[in-house]
């Protein structure tokens, strides 16, 4: 099993940046997708964006389009989420996500493990 360990959280205005991080403990293979995914109080889980590790292709949520950037760093085993022009409704726990298999997609049960979340906090 995986873990997976979130952080670069915090509190932004809006129209800010915010770079979040994940960081994999463990083997990670070509064919692993890692996605991150965030809720906001009372609504459900949802899909922000995906990318596998071998070949980095990436899956965006289409309000993010644009404006976030998921990327990989192989050799420190680390996943980003690059976030700009920030709005108050991308308030949310923003959690990243494995699935040890190619799947780039956006259903959360999919994924097999799960980080503790960090907070992102937009004020206007």
């Known amino acids: 099993q995986v873990q997976l360990r979130e952080s670069g959280g915090g509190l932004v205005q809006t129209g800010g940046s915010l770079r979040l991080s994940c960081g994999t403990s463990g083997p990670i293979f070509s064919f692993y997708t890692i996605a991150w995914f965030r809720q906001a109080p009372g609504k459900e889980r949802k899909f922000v964006a995906s990318?596998?590790?071998?070949?980095?292709?990436?899956n965006y949520e289409e309000s993010v389009k644009g404006r976030f950037t998921i990327f990989r760093v192989t050799g420190e085993r680390l996943v980003y989420l690059q976030m700009n022009s920030l709005k108050t409704e991308d308030t949310a726990v923003y959690y990243c996500?494995?699935?040890?298999?190619?799947?780039?997609?956006?259903?959360?049960?999919?994924?097999?493990?799960w980080g503790q979340g960090t907070q992102v906090t937009v004020s206007s």
């Open positions: 990318i596998t590790w071998g070949d980095g292709s990436t």
């Open positions: 996500a494995l699935k040890p298999s190619y799947y780039n997609g956006d259903t959360p049960d999919r994924y097999d493990d």
